[in-house]
């Protein structure tokens, strides 16, 4: 049976007190959100978002799968995991991870529930930069990223502090904020 080093475990376990941290720090300043890590299920029920369809659902969405991904993820004791939910329904997740250095906390993969109104009201971005923030700022980082955003939504980010588009260590495009 594979066993983790025990470095890796006491990282992991660090980590996993700053996420905590983090999602309670989102519960205290949007008490009707619940914020918490992303489970298997989380990831299958994202995944099911591609098939909702309407007049009231967006159509574009990410091209990840987060099944897929959830392993992959989980086996990084640095990452930033963070699933938003408002009366029992889950409205938004990500996944991400804090740089090799830990001077930047980037947020890889973002989604919203596709349904128009959403159960966030429209603040799935808001509360997912607060989170990552709060967890860059618990980290000692020093930027937050959003890598890969979809050009589309550029001005949206803008919004929320982030900068224009750039590239990230010269291969990656991303906005960027410097806390």
Do not use: C
Request: proline share 5%; net charge positive; hydrophobic share 35%.
């Amino acid at each position: 049976m594979f066993q983790w080093r025990d470095d890796h475990l006491r990282t992991e376990e660090r980590y996993r007190a700053l996420r905590e941290i983090t999602y309670e720090a989102v519960m205290e300043e949007y008490p009707e959100i619940t914020a918490k890590d992303i489970s298997i299920r989380d990831a299958f029920t994202a995944d099911s978002w591609k098939h909702i369809d309407g007049d009231t659902a967006r159509t574009r969405r990410g091209s990840w799968d987060w099944a897929r991904e959830y392993p992959y993820y989980k086996k990084k004791p640095n990452r930033f995991e963070i699933s938003l939910w408002r009366g029992g329904v889950l409205g938004a997740l990500s996944y991400g991870q804090t740089s090799k250095s830990g001077t930047r906390v980037r947020m890889n993969l973002i989604e919203s529930i596709p349904l128009r109104p959403t159960p966030l009201g429209m603040r799935a971005l808001p509360v997912l930069s607060y989170a990552a923030a709060a967890f860059a700022h618990l980290v000692g980082a020093d930027e937050l990223w959003v890598l890969d955003p979809d050009p589309s939504l550029e001005g949206l980010y803008m919004q929320e502090g982030f900068g224009s588009r750039t590239y990230y260590h010269g291969k990656r495009v991303g906005q960027r904020i410097v806390l």
